[in-house]
């Protein structure tokens, strides 16, 4: 089956919105007020992403490859694993597709985001705040981690590892590994989409008593920081590569 680069476009939207739904909704369970899941901690909050990750890359995967993210994109193009000329199309979808991921998530925990009086977990359920606001080292340590994820999705998905179906799930691992360990600094963003889609939406939505959206912070260290990482790690791998 032959699949359209609209087709391709539109499973990246889609994929990216489950991703963020399910992503930022496991957040909202753990830091909104009188949820089901409230105060279950980071272990929980890390295993639902790594899911979140996994679970979408199932559904669209076949389609377009299961980007969901402008870094993988950009990585990937850079060793020439992807056309340059579907970047912009493929980052597009994945910016509006979590912006709406980001819309479905207030929907559903709307009463929560009423019930809940902290601002910076309100914010926390959209994107990324740094533990310690440094952005030169925030900066870098979502470079670092981006380049982990871009160094894991290569490593794991090369052939001569022949993981077919369960690469998805081993990325999903990858994810998890990278927030429990390099996650405490900054969140782990490692995905300009993932945080300024829905940045964006916090921005907008009519959340009571809500703090700034904090663009000062997320339009460096989770937008930027992401795609040096991302390029890096992709350039070191097929360097290593290269030098078999």
Known sequence: MEISLFGKILSEFFGTMILILLGDGVVANVVLNKTKGQNSGWIVITTGWAFAVAVPAYITGWIGGA??????????????????AQVPGYIIAQFLGAFVGALLVYVAYRDHFHATEDKDSKLGVFCTIPAIRNLFYNFLTEAIGTAM????????TNEHNQVGALGAFLVGILIWVIGLTLGGPTGYAINPARDLGPRLAHTVLPIPNKRDSDWGYGLIVPLFGPIVGGLLGALIYQGFINML
């Open 67 to 84: 980007h969901f993210n402008p870094a993988v994109t950009i990585g990937l193009a850079a060793i020439g694993k992807f056309p340059w």
């Open 149 to 156: 994820l871009l160094v894991g999705i290569l490593g794991i």
